[in-house]
């Protein structure tokens, strides 16, 4: 059985938003790129407990292999991350970013899967943390003709297929598909694993699987972005907050009570 | 190719709960259709309610389009895509507007696979240039940063936005939409997913709430998130959480607020021990009055909040019950 984890590299969102909560989150002359260099690249979190849900999968005794792809501009260390965390094999699909988009993401993952064996569980983050649009596994989905079960918190095998478990606003819903499919996995699966420090060393000296985008079969169309990312800004809030002021912390909450009350907020 | 119309979306609830929830993105599909010069339609899955003519009518749509069928009677997504992109292949709109919704994340990107358009979600703003040119302003980085997407050439998108991007605003003139039944052909579609446990929907969900008090990190422990419970309760509103102790298990994710949780739109929305994050403001900014509570003045809330209060929220919160109850 063959898992694939589709990985992308982001800037680690947290120190993005500290940048922004500072007010000092800045755009460079190219309209769209964020300059703070000092922000450190990373395995999208999503992405990494897509490959959590994978190795959880191999603790059960699963028999699988799971490869780790990533597609975009070549990736810094999140391909040798994977592989300290238990991937069997890690594969760089290297593309220049000028002409990506979800759609021409999508159609290299598809046709690397296509082109490699297939997969019986290709599993993603539910979306990026850079851009959040969360599409590309549905695209995936789509391409290789496989059902797509999105925001999932488990993924177990059984009854040749998988019974996966959503995070739906109304609870957990719990679903079964026949055959291979696209899973997109939320935060709800829980923490990863750290890789121990016996495997980072080994790590160190895997090299990924480079794949020639000549390889993968695809048509004109495949390679035709259907959206171009043209500009980047940072949104202003314009606060007016009045603060209620007390000697108290029952004064305090007695004069907001108030207040809402006045303004028939409840 | 596509022509210049553009097709607001929706589906389930029985037809019937849509209005308050579209009145956004029809106002925003009658702006990017003036701009286009085509058509407003509202393509709606499921029964033509009254309510649904009416708002159709005060937000100046031109028709109303309507699919039934019995596959589409409980949500699938395989049978809604497929209608969807049978009605896109024949109709060939520019632009599709979807509210952002958790079985849309899934349908929308599968419709723009199946008819070849563009797809961007988190939309804030759709914007058409004199040359015909498209772009979609979306939220990015948890709504730390606006990423701006230009349409290739003359190709359709399908749009799924946030909840309150636009300010609702009735058409100048109302229209006498026509309802245009469209029949659809989803004899060879099976659903591939089966659902063997249905949610169990306990109460209310927070998407319907007028009043939601939520905590954070601040209330420090698990145990006393029982404070925001019971405010909620002497507010006759719903718990709600942000997603850092949602990931540390304090509470069920069901309570979770923001662009990966639910997407709120309360009358009040009274924030304890939360900083303010931007992917949690994604979820309650919506809020017509938001309610600060904050040891850190600096705090990013405050910066959304019509009322603040700098203080402890183990405090403040017994006496907000306290209060709320007299």
Avoid at chain 1, 115 to 129: E, F, K, N, P
Avoid at chain 1, 162 to 174: I, K, L, Q, Y
Avoid at chain 2, 17 to 25: L, N
Avoid at chain 2, 43 to 69: C, F, K, M, W
Wanted: hydrophobic share 45%.
């Amino acid at each position: 059985m063959r898992i694939v984890v589709c990985v992308k590299e982001v800037l680690d969102p947290d120190a993005v938003n500290n940048y922004a909560l500072a007010g000092r989150l800045e755009i460079g002359d190219d309209g769209k790129s964020l300059t703070q260099a000092a922000i450190p690249r990373l395995m999208n979190g999503f992405d990494e407990q897509a490959l959590e849900a994978a190795l959880r999968i191999k603790d059960t005794g699963v028999e699988c292999s799971i490869t780790v792809v990533s597609a975009g501009p070549a990736p810094g260390d999140i391909l040798k991350h994977a592989a300290a965390l238990g991937a069997d094999e890690v594969a760089s699909i290297e593309v220049d970013p000028a002409a990506l988009d979800a759609h021409v993401i999508a159609s290299l993952l598809a046709g690397y899967i296509r082109t490699t064996g297939g997969a019986d569980l290709v599993l993603c983050g539910r979306q990026a943390s850079d851009d959040d649009q969360g599409v590309v596994p549905a695209l995936v989905g789509e391409m290789l003709d496989l059902p797509i079960v999105t925001i999932a918190r488990a993924v177990e095998s059984g009854d040749g297929g998988w019974r996966v478990t959503r995070v739906t606003p109304d609870g957990d819903e719990v679903v079964a598909v026949t055959g291979g499919a696209v899973v997109t996995i939320s935060n709800e699966l829980g923490d990863p694993r750290y890789p121990t420090a016996a495997s980072k060393i080994k790590a160190r000296r895997v090299k990924p699987t480079v794949v020639a985008v000549s390889d993968l079969g695809l048509s004109a169309d495949d390679s035709e972005p259907r959206v171009a990312f043209t500009k980047q800004f940072v949104p202003t809030i314009q606060g007016n907050c009045e603060f209620i002021s007390g000697d108290s912390p029952a004064e305090l909450a007695d004069r907001l009570i108030a207040r809402l009350r006045e303004d028939s907020v409840i | 190719m596509s022509s210049n119309e553009v097709v607001v979306v929706t589906w389930g609830r029985g037809g019937e709960a849509f209005a308050g929830e579209v009145d956004d993105i029809l106002t925003l599909g009658r702006g990017v259709a003036a701009a286009t010069g085509g058509a407003l339609n509202w393509l709606t899955l499921g029964p033509v309610s009254d309510t649904i003519r009416q708002t159709a009518g005060t937000y100046g749509v031109a028709n109303i389009d309507h699919i039934e069928d019995a596959k589409l009677a409980e949500f699938s997504a395989d049978a809604t895509v497929a209608a969807l992109a049978q009605y896109c292949e024949q109709h060939s709109p520019r632009v599709v507007l979807i509210a952002q919704g958790f079985d849309v994340r899934l349908v929308a990107p599968r419709l723009a696979a199946k008819v070849r358009a563009g797809v961007v979600m988190n939309a804030a703003a759709v914007e058409v240039d004199g040359g015909g040119k498209l772009s979609v302003t979306a939220s990015a980085y948890g709504g730390d940063t606006r990423a701006v997407y230009e349409i290739a050439g003359e190709r359709a998108c399908v749009v799924s936005v946030l909840a309150n991007a636009v300010l609702p605003e009735a058409a100048d003139a109302a229209t006498t939409p026509a309802v245009r039944d469209f029949a659809v052909d989803l004899a060879a579609v099976d659903e591939r997913i089966q659902v063997l446990e249905k949610p169990k929907a306990e109460g209310p969900r927070l998407d319907a709430a007028e009043i939601i008090v939520s905590g954070g990190r601040g209330l420090g422990d698990a145990a006393n998130y029982k404070l925001i419970e019971e405010l909620a309760e002497a507010l006759g509103g719903l718990p709600g959480a942000s997603r850092p102790i949602v990931d540390d298990g304090w509470v069920d994710s069901s309570h979770q607020v923001g662009l990966t949780g639910t997407i709120t739109r309360p009358g009040l929305y009274l924030a304890a021990g939360i900083s303010g994050a931007s992917q949690h403001m994604a979820g309650c900014s919506a809020a017509k009055t938001i309610v600060a509570i904050n040891t850190d003045s600096d705090a990013s809330i405050f910066r959304y909040a019509r009322f603040g209060v700098i203080g402890d929220c183990l405090e403040i919160l017994p006496e907000l019950i306290r209060a709320a109850k007299s």
